[in-house]
């Protein structure tokens, strides 16, 4: 069964701090993906990688940093949280382009807020 | 102009019902269509994707699209209580960027 893990479910996070979420895939997926969801914009892109030790901006990559040292594993950072990133933030991997492959398998989500 | 434009909702219709979900896109770059779905407190799981105009029907669920129009529709016949989350449109192009672009999602509610 495929699968998507996020290391948590809920966190609370003080201004200035630095939050690290992570996630892992164990479906050998090359593409990773760190997506955030805020009520009426729908899920936005934050940062992608499709191999080891890379990483491609997505549309609101500011405030963010993200790091894939093993295939399976990318996590995400805060640098230093702001109330603004008060999120839910999705994980996701997919398979390499194919014809028809385009589906991207997604993690349970982790709430963040920043207090 | 948004790259991706769907109505948030909520959508309430009681059970049975036939549902309408639509997205216009103005990127015609756009190669595959896409439908997630996403339950409360969990991640988006594809519902439907097709990669050509017309319909692509699963069993309730019908999938329609228009490239000329660059409009996407889901319908879902004898709509059921289980049927209640948010739906997502999604779009894919094989090239640039290797990552989907989303709706902002319509929620949906089916009244038993």
């Known amino acids: 069964d495929v699968k998507v893990t996020q290391s948590s479910r809920y966190l609370v996070k003080r201004t200035g701090e630095k939050v690290f979420l992570e996630c892992v895939q164990d479906m050998d997926h090359e593409n990773m993906f760190w997506y955030r969801q805020d009520p009426g914009l729908g899920l936005r892109l934050i940062y992608f990688s499709y191999d080891v030790k890379m990483k491609e901006k997505g549309d609101i990559p500011e405030g963010y940093s993200v790091s894939r040292e093993k295939k399976e594993r990318f996590s995400l950072i805060l640098e230093s949280a702001s109330t603004n990133q008060t999120s839910m933030y999705l994980c996701?991997?997919?398979?390499?382009?194919?014809?028809?492959?385009?589906?991207?398998?997604f993690g349970q989500g982790t709430r963040l807020t920043v207090v | 102009q948004k790259e991706v434009e769907q109505d948030p909702g909520p959508l309430s219709v009681p059970e049975g019902a036939i549902v309408s979900l639509n997205c216009t896109y103005s990127n015609s770059a756009f190669q595959y269509f896409m439908w997630y779905r996403q339950y409360s407190r969990k991640g988006p799981e594809l519902l439907m994707y097709?990669?050509?105009?017309g319909n692509k029907e699963d069993g309730r669920f019908t999938a329609q699209v228009d490239k000329s129009s660059k409009y996407i529709s889901l319908f879902i016949r004898d709509s059921q209580p289980s049927d209640s989350a948010t739906y997502l449109c999604a779009f894919y192009m094989d090239t640039g960027r290797r990552a989907l672009t989303f709706g902002s999602g319509t929620r949906l509610q089916v009244q038993p």
């Open positions: 996701a991997s997919s398979a390499p382009d194919r014809i028809g492959n385009t589906e991207a398998f």
């Open positions: 097709t990669y050509s105009s």
